[in-house]
């Protein structure tokens, strides 16, 4: 970590610049920091939104659980920051679900910014503003239509990924709503100094301020908190001013005023602006609202516990020593410095006026004070009317029930008359302890009797209504998707029919049910270029391991295990499926000098060594590996500037390209049946990638570049001059299914791996990991031809990340998923 982080909050209250801004936070990766995640640094910059009343200790929980399940993430940094924010999505809406009938909701803007050496990846979730400034020119990141309006609305989530390499001096501003001063000035911006741009961004506007500005400069990896124009002193206690009394975290907090209502930069058009003489211009709908800062010892309004968001993540994993899926982190050493301690910030509220899907109250005229007023109670809705169907069950439960007690008390008195005549007469005591004995046991019987029959007459009745009301809602639905013209609105609709047909299951599965998801998954799947495929598991039982890379022949699977960088060999076995083959014999360190592995492929038949799958480890080792032979190790001539450390490798047209991502670097290696002696040359000319390559693709003279933050860049090699060669960053991927209009299909999507199908089709593949689909691409234009999924209905494959994915020459599909391996036959 050699860039120090400087951090300064841009606050201001009514006038008031408040040295505590409650929830910012910046964390250094803890030691328990799961795989990947040894060496990003984390800043946290939450704004919440709504009128529902939180404290300090709930915003500053909210924070410190999202850095821990970002470090808790393993694998993609990409997937650590979609993780921290789901987390929090989850707990908000859970939250606002319990608090709708009172009218209180809460939701969030967040902005995550992860920093590894000198590369920059960042969320952003609401309509957040970032900005970037540094020496070559600066950049505004600000795509509402993609991050969407918040956190807690609905359990689908939008984030905005964005990505940027710092140097010495650079500046980031992170800001919910920019004032009107601003807006100019930061197009403009000119490289400044820190405390300058900070004086100057305080001194253009008195508005009520809150953003957060940061500066990276060359130092060891530390976490600095300026407050004003200067790092906070450490003060000794003899030099302590008398008039600076040193005053409690908590005392402090419950200081803090309550921040301003902040409108969000949105479109003039798509704002409905009235001018009051109490307020002046305000958004009528929807209405913002500011979250004031609460007491300690005063409750939440809000008091439905949240459950942990760290409950479905690993607990302190700890990073293992081997080389995972891409992209893979550099395993620490002992040389490796301790990290520092997290620094923890406060941080602001924001009240963004959005689209709610909460019900809002219309906002005061007056201003919002600390503490929250309680908001108008109003009076629940009237109940429904019962339909005829309910009255009548409700009639035979109550009459049921009193024929029950009727017989049961004539029972009792028949039996109280009866038993007497059985006993003697001398025996009276015996008599009184049976009647005693009997009326007890009644007592138990009827109402289990009662509790019985109101069981089954609710299964009989009420359950049957239930499932007639969502049956029939899906089938209206139905018959309005069939009406409607426009793709977006036809998929809705499709998504409706299946969401109440689901509902409808819950109470009673049927044919219908089943045939009319059918119906609805194949419409939606129509309008989307979703292909299903049916997928089986390859093995009898799972490997219990995890796949990081797979390469598949006609009759072969090879697979990488990320435990130990071994190549495993899987066969077809004679129930359908494969089974492993326990002789191959292809581990690296077993009497050769190659160390784990991080990159296999599959070798044509002629080469001189008999190979039919090659692997390289991190340094440049080679391991030829066949069945029923030892596995023969060779060693690729190191480049002029060394390795820095090998991620991946391709062979195309007899040649082999390296990639070493840290270096920013592809080596070209000339070989001839699969034998490379010679010294490498470089590929890339004056222009060279970024170090977040995690995988790539070469066809001739033609690379293309899947970079960390799910962007595709295309590199040129030319032949007559090498200064010539020339990269398209990035190219531009087009989705033609107008369904897609309302939402940004790549910027949700996880990508992890590109590889091509299966020849002769010369189109490009794309794993989404998370979403467990395989995108087509048209490799020239980069226009979306369709897209693989599981089948909806039988699917074996569990949920989950897909960890690799290999097309062998006929066509069959292969996906590592959770410890086993799935296939289909029928991909097109």
């Known amino acids: 970590m050699p860039l120090d982080i400087n951090l300064s909050p841009l606050y201001r209250i009514q006038g008031q610049e408040p040295t505590e801004m409650p929830g910012v936070l910046a964390v250094n990766p803890p030691k328990t920091a799961a795989r990947g995640r040894e060496q990003d640094r984390l800043v946290v910059y939450l704004a919440l939104t709504g009128n529902a009343t939180i404290t300090t200790t709930e915003y500053r929980k909210f924070a410190e659980d999202i850095a821990n399940v970002f470090y808790q993430t393993p694998?993609?940094?990409?997937?650590?920051?979609?993780?921290?924010?789901?987390?929090?999505?989850?707990?908000?809406?859970?939250?606002?679900?319990?608090?709708?009938?009172?009218?209180?909701?809460?939701?969030?803007?967040?902005?995550?910014?992860?920093?590894?050496?000198?590369?920059?990846?960042?969320?952003?979730?609401?309509?957040?503003?970032?900005?970037?400034?540094?020496?070559?020119?600066?950049?505004?990141?600000?795509?509402?239509?993609?991050?969407?309006?918040?956190l807690g609305s609905s359990q689908t989530i939008n984030i905005h990924y964005a990505q940027t390499d710092?140097?010495?001096?650079?500046?980031?501003?992170?800001?919910?709503?920019?004032?009107?001063?601003?807006?100019?000035?930061?197009?403009?911006?000119?490289?400044?100094?820190?405390?300058?741009?900070?004086?100057?961004?305080?001194?253009?506007t008195g508005e009520d301020l809150n953003a957060v500005l940061i500066q990276t400069t060359e130092g060891t990896g530390t976490v600095n908190?300026?407050?004003?124009?200067?790092?906070?002193?450490?003060?000794?206690?003899?030099?302590?001013?008398?008039?600076?009394?040193?005053?409690?975290?908590?005392?402090?907090?419950?200081?803090?005023?309550?921040?301003?209502?902040?409108e969000p930069d949105l479109p003039a058009t798509n704002q409905e602006v009235e001018s009051t003489p109490e307020t002046g211009a305000h958004l009528l709908q929807p209405s913002a609202y500011a979250i004031p800062v609460q007491h300690e010892d005063m409750p939440p309004a809000v008091s439905t516990p949240a459950a942990s968001p760290l409950a479905s993540l690993p607990q302190k994993t700890i990073p293992r020593d081997f080389p995972a899926s891409i992209p893979r982190a550099k395993p620490k050493t002992e040389n490796d410095p301790i990290p520092t301690p997290a620094l923890v910030l406060n941080e602001t509220q924001v009240a963004p006026a959005v689209q709610q899907e909460i019900a809002e109250p219309e906002p005061t005229s007056e201003p919002v004070s600390e503490i929250a007023s309680q908001p108008e109670v109003k009076p629940p809705p009237a109940p429904r009317e019962p339909s005829p169907q309910t009255r009548?069950?409700?009639?035979?439960?109550?009459?049921?029930?009193?024929?029950?007690?009727?017989?049961?008390?004539?029972?009792?008195?028949?039996?109280?008359?009866?038993?007497?005549?059985?006993?003697?007469?001398?025996?009276?005591?015996?008599?009184t302890v049976s009647s005693t004995a009997f009326m007890g046991f009644m007592a138990v019987l009827i109402p289990l009797i009662v509790v019985t029959l109101s069981v089954v007459v609710y299964l009989r009745y009420g359950r049957n209504e239930q499932y007639d009301v969502y049956y029939n809602q899906a089938l209206q639905t139905k018959q309005q998707a069939l009406t409607l013209t426009n793709p977006v609105e036809q998929r809705i609709a499709w998504e409706n029919v299946i969401a109440n047909a689901e509902r409808a299951e819950e109470h009673r599965q049927t044919n219908d049910t089943i045939n009319l998801k059918k119906e609805a998954n194949a419409n939606r799947d129509v309008l989307l270029g979703i292909t299903r495929l049916q997928f089986n598991p390859a093995f009898s039982s799972k490997l219990g391991v995890d796949v990081s890379r797979?390469?598949?022949?006609?009759?072969?699977?090879?697979?990488?295990?990320?435990?130990?960088?071994?190549?495993?060999?899987?066969?077809?076995?004679?129930s359908g499926g494969f089974e492993l083959d326990t002789t191959f014999d292809c581990k690296p360190g077993s009497n050769n000098s190659a160390g784990p592995l991080v990159d296999i492929l599959a070798l044509p038949i002629t080469n001189i060594y008999g190979a039919t799958v090659l692997g390289i480890d991190a340094s440049g080792n080679l391991l030829y590996c066949k069945p029923g032979g030892p596995p023969q190790t060779g060693l690729l001539p190191a480049p002029d500037t060394n390795w820095g450390r090998i991620t991946s490798f391709i062979l195309d047209g007899g040649n082999l390209y390296v990639l070493d991502a840290p270096s920013r670097a592809v080596w070209v290696y000339t070989g001839k049946e699969a034998a490379f002696v010679d010294r490498p040359y470089f590929f890339f000319g004056q222009q060279t990638p970024t170090q977040d390559v995690i995988d790539f693709l070469v066809t001739g003279d033609e690379m293309y570049l899947l970079h960390a933050d799910g962007r595709i860049s295309n590199c040129f090699f030319s032949r007559v001059d090498t200064a010539a060669s020339k990269c398209q960053d990035p190219l531009v991927r087009v989705n033609p299914f107008p369904a897609y209009s309302d939402m940004d299909l790549f910027s949700t999507a996880h990508f992890t791996q590109i590889l091509f199908a299966a020849p002769p089709d010369p189109s490009m593949l794309l794993l989404d990991s998370d979403g467990q689909s395989i995108m087509r691409f048209a490799p020239r234009s980069m226009e979306l031809q369709n897209q693989f999924l599981p089948t909806s209905d039988g699917n074996p494959v569990p949920r989950g990340p897909v960890g690799a994915v290999a097309v062998s020459p006929d066509h069959v599909l292969y996906i590592a998923v959770n410890g086993q391996v799935y296939f289909a036959v029928n991909m097109p």
């Open 550 to 574: 797979m390469v598949a022949s006609e009759n072969d699977l090879y697979l990488l295990n990320a435990a130990n960088g071994e190549i495993m060999r899987a066969i077809p076995s004679g």
């Open 392 to 431: 009548q069950a409700a009639k035979a439960v109550v009459n049921v029930m009193q024929a029950i007690r009727n017989g049961g008390a004539s029972l009792g008195e028949r039996f109280r008359n009866f038993l007497p005549r059985l006993l003697p007469a001398e025996s009276p005591v015996s008599t």
């Open 225 to 262: 908190l300026f407050r004003g124009a200067a790092p906070t002193p450490q003060i000794e206690p003899a030099e302590q001013p008398e008039q600076q009394p040193v005053v409690e975290e908590e005392k402090i907090q419950d200081e803090v005023p309550a921040p301003p209502v902040l």
């Open 166 to 204: 710092l140097v010495t001096n650079d500046l980031l501003l992170f800001c919910g709503r920019v004032p009107n001063a601003w807006v100019t000035p930061l197009e403009d911006a000119q490289p400044s100094s820190f405390d300058a741009m900070r004086r100057r961004l305080t001194s253009l």
């Open 75 to 150: 694998r993609a940094v990409t997937s650590a920051l979609r993780a921290a924010a789901d987390s929090l999505n989850r707990i908000l809406l859970e939250r606002n679900m319990g608090s709708t009938s009172r009218g209180q909701y809460t939701l969030a803007w967040l902005a995550l910014a992860a920093l590894r050496e000198n590369q920059c990846i960042f969320s952003l979730s609401g309509p957040m503003h970032a900005y970037w400034f540094g020496a070559n020119g600066s950049r505004h990141f600000f795509e509402p239509s993609i991050s969407g309006k918040g």
